[in-house]
């Protein structure tokens, strides 16, 4: 399409912040129902939430937690 571009654009951050401490910021700040899912095996947690065309997923391993923020454009 002539005009338009597509694509995705995001960004990765690592904190020594809790995944619980950062699950709770998110899961206050977002709208209510934006949240996908949440899940945790294995010592790993993972929880990801939907805005728009937005998206962030929270995953926690070794002590880090890693928040990654992608938007996609339509």
Known sequence: MTGSSYGTSGSVSTTTD????????YRTHLPAGSEMMRASASGQQTAVFKVGNSSVAINSQDGKTEVTIANRNP
């Open 18 to 25: 809790s995944f619980d401490t950062v699950y709770n910021w």
